[in-house]
């Protein structure tokens, strides 16, 4: 099956802890996003990359890091830097980065900070 | 910065009934036009989109939209909703701000449609 992967489904972490989200696709796209998802607020992009090795900075980047050193994976990492963290965070990947492309969601991680 | 409104929070029809959902953006040149939808459990998937050609755009469940350039609008319209078609929707916004395009969506705020049977 052709998709996009995010675990974990559910995840919970201490306050001033790092965690890393992951996210892999094996529908072969270059690009690939991070959104975060708040009630009332709709999506907001903290990263997209374009190819290997290559990411910028979206609308809400302070607090958020990622990497993509592999064509299928961009895992995202919330720092403690983050002043707001609890939210939905969706994954998604589109054939290029190109304005008329759909772009392709994962099923999401809800983060919980406690 | 381009923008996106949707004005309806919370839309609640019975059955049968006709469905239009409100999309307005704020960028004045060429746009790429979507409508995303996220069913209960399921992963956000594309609806519909327009970026070119006739206005009037097609797509699944018998959904429509229409890209109305003088009101700066993108509406969802459905003659006759289903119970299944309960949902969140979202409009997004793709400006094309630099010969190179702007990659960027920009979402609204999403619309909760509750079906009643």
């Known amino acids: 099956d052709g998709g996009i992967t995010q675990s974990p489904k559910y995840l919970f972490r201490k306050e001033g802890q790092n965690v890393t989200l992951s996210c892999e696709q094996n529908?072969?796209?270059?690009?690939m996003y991070w959104y975060r998802q708040d009630p009332g607020q709709g999506l907001r992009l903290i990263y997209y990359s374009q190819i290997v090795n290559d990411f910028q900075k979206g609308d809400i980047a302070e607090g958020y890091s990622v990497s993509r050193e592999k064509k299928e994976s961009f895992p995202l990492t919330v720092t403690s830097a983050q002043k707001n963290p609890t939210a939905f965070y969706l994954c998604a990947s589109g054939e290029e980065l190109r304005g008329t492309d759909t772009q392709y969601f994962g099923p999401g991680t809800r983060l919980t900070v406690l | 910065a381009q923008s996106v409104s949707q004005h309806n929070h919370h839309v609640i029809l019975s059955e049968a009934a006709s469905l239009e959902l409100g999309c307005n953006y704020s960028?004045?040149?060429?746009?790429?036009l979507f409508w995303y939808v996220q069913y209960p459990g399921q992963h956000l998937q594309l609806l519909l989109k327009y970026f070119s050609g006739d206005p009037l755009v097609k797509g699944i469940k018998g959904f429509e939209a229409e890209f109305i350039k003088s009101k700066f609008s993108f509406n969802l319209r459905k003659p006759s909703v289903q119970w299944s078609d309960t949902a969140e929707y979202f409009c997004a916004v793709n400006a094309l701000i630099s010969n190179f395009g702007n990659e960027k969506l920009t979402f609204g705020t999403g619309t909760r449609l509750t079906i009643i049977p």
């Open positions: 960028y004045g040149g060429t746009v790429n």
């Open positions: 529908l072969n796209h270059d690009a």
